[in-house]
């Protein structure tokens, strides 16, 4: 065997048997800048021409053979690592996912999200106002006249006074949003306004800002019955409960003749509130016929449209339905109770489902 041939067997033996690390040392020991196959190489200039020729060409076939083999070599021992990690970290697919962390919907959200879904399936539609609103459409077009002492009544937060002598103001309650709309939109109109409400109030049952849902219906031969129905209707769909006794307490509001207190039954023990039948009764709204001359303040004939209006406080709605016994609480942003009182957010009812289950 030539010494050539021999150094070829050699080094196809060692390839064929090196892992990736002695594979490396293999190609610099035979094809490096010092290499064995290179010195030879270096060695041809020295030959007699004849010989050159044929010696060149078995060095470079011998080259060629050894780099093929290297190459081959490490792709299959790189080819056998991944596999091996492969068969070694397959997903577990079988393992419990980790729990993901999940926010959750106020309750003071959640209710509202109740109460527009029970009124859109009636028919209604929503509305929304600015909450900083100005003395007419607050009070003044609402029938509630400057000297009136139902403005003392509201406890107003006013913002200073503008150049112009105006006085913005917080609104009091979602009613300026009626105003609003009968000025914009012709009759007949059938809308609900849930939005924030301020009052200069602080105690446990008291908040200086609330949320209210306003109603309002105006047509042609709307009356007294379609009120009640409507608020029937909706006192016993919030509760879940169809045979939740329902009253309508006379009252006063100077936006609305009749006006009218709407009370719940419930039954109040040591153990607490409970909601439907019983001795007692608890206030939950009130509501009225549109006074004709709010009609009339905002561009509406009263000899041919009438209507109804109703205003819903949220929260009191929301702490009777969910058992929750400070009203401060809602605004205390305090995660372990926003865990307890809260809502996942797949369970928040929506116009086309209802309430759900
Ligand atoms: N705006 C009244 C309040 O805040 C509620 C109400 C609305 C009463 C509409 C009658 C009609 O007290």
């Given at each position: 065997m030539s010494d050539l041939e021999q150094l070829?067997?050699?080094?196809?033996?060692?390839?064929?048997?090196?892992?990736?690390?002695?594979?490396?040392?293999?190609?610099?020991?035979?094809?490096?800048r010092k290499g064995s196959i290179t010195e030879l190489m270096k060695g041809l200039g020295g030959l007699a021409a004849?010989?050159?020729k044929a010696a060149g060409q078995a060095l470079n076939a011998l080259k060629a053979v050894v780099a093929c083999a290297i190459d081959t070599r490490r792709a299959?021992?790189?080819?056998?690592?991944?596999?091996?990690?492969?068969?070694?970290?397959?997903?577990?697919?079988?393992?419990?996912?980790?729990?993901?962390?999940?926010?959750?919907?106020?309750?003071?959200?959640?209710?509202i999200e109740e109460m527009v879904a029970i009124f859109c399936q009636m028919g209604f539609s929503v509305a929304e106002g600015p909450d900083i609103e100005d003395d007419f459409h607050n009070f003044t077009a609402l029938n509630i006249p400057p000297e009136h002492p139902a403005r003392q009544d509201h406890d107003t937060f006013y913002f200073p006074e503008r150049a112009d002598g105006a006085r913005p103001l917080l609104r009091?309650?979602?009613?300026?949003?009626?105003?609003?709309?009968?000025?914009?939109?012709?009759?007949?109109?059938?809308?609900?306004?849930?939005?924030?409400?301020?009052?200069?109030d602080h105690d446990a049952t008291h908040s200086p800002?609330?949320?209210?849902?306003?109603?309002?219906?105006?047509?042609?031969?709307?009356?007294?019955?379609?009120?009640?129905?409507?608020?029937?209707?909706?006192?016993?769909?919030?509760?879940?409960?169809?045979?939740l006794p329902v009253r309508f307490r006379p009252s006063y509001f100077p936006f609305t003749e009749p006006s009218a207190e709407v009370d719940i039954g419930c039954a109040?023990?040591?153990?607490g509130l409970a909601i439907g039948a019983g001795g007692d009764w608890m206030e939950i709204l009130g509501c009225g016929m549109v006074h004709p001359k709010v009609l009339e303040n905002c561009g509406i004939d009263s000899t041919r449209y009438q209507g109804f209006a109703f205003g819903v406080g949220v929260e009191r709605v929301a702490m009777l339905k969910y058992g929750i016994p400070d009203l401060r609480t809602f605004y205390e942003s305090?995660?372990?109770?926003?865990?307890?009182?809260?809502?996942?957010?797949?369970?928040?009812?929506?116009?086309?489902?209802?309430?759900?289950?």
């Amino acid at each position: 065997m030539s010494d050539l041939e021999q150094l070829r067997t050699d080094l196809l033996a060692r390839i064929g048997a090196a892992d990736l690390d002695a594979l490396e040392g293999l190609r610099i020991e035979a094809l490096g800048r010092k290499g064995s196959i290179t010195e030879l190489m270096k060695g041809l200039g020295g030959l007699a021409a004849g010989e050159r020729k044929a010696a060149g060409q078995a060095l470079n076939a011998l080259k060629a053979v050894v780099a093929c083999a290297i190459d081959t070599r490490r792709a299959t021992l790189e080819c056998a690592v991944l596999e091996s990690r492969l068969a070694e970290q397959r997903i577990d697919l079988t393992l419990p996912v980790r729990p993901l962390a999940q926010g959750r919907i106020h309750p003071i959200s959640q209710t509202i999200e109740e109460m527009v879904a029970i009124f859109c399936q009636m028919g209604f539609s929503v509305a929304e106002g600015p909450d900083i609103e100005d003395d007419f459409h607050n009070f003044t077009a609402l029938n509630i006249p400057p000297e009136h002492p139902a403005r003392q009544d509201h406890d107003t937060f006013y913002f200073p006074e503008r150049a112009d002598g105006a006085r913005p103001l917080l609104r009091t309650h979602t009613s300026p949003v009626q105003i609003r709309t009968m000025q914009t939109q012709p009759p007949p109109l059938r809308i609900i306004v849930p939005g924030r409400t301020y009052r200069a109030d602080h105690d446990a049952t008291h908040s200086p800002m609330f949320h209210q849902i306003e109603g309002l219906a105006i047509d042609e031969t709307t009356h007294m019955g379609h009120l009640k129905g409507c608020l029937i209707e909706f006192c016993r769909a919030i509760f879940g409960l169809d045979d939740l006794p329902v009253r309508f307490r006379p009252s006063y509001f100077p936006f609305t003749e009749p006006s009218a207190e709407v009370d719940i039954g419930c039954a109040r023990s040591a153990d607490g509130l409970a909601i439907g039948a019983g001795g007692d009764w608890m206030e939950i709204l009130g509501c009225g016929m549109v006074h004709p001359k709010v009609l009339e303040n905002c561009g509406i004939d009263s000899t041919r449209y009438q209507g109804f209006a109703f205003g819903v406080g949220v929260e009191r709605v929301a702490m009777l339905k969910y058992g929750i016994p400070d009203l401060r609480t809602f605004y205390e942003s305090d995660l372990r109770w926003l865990r307890h009182y809260g809502f996942l957010p797949l369970d928040v009812p929506n116009v086309a489902t209802g309430l759900g289950a």
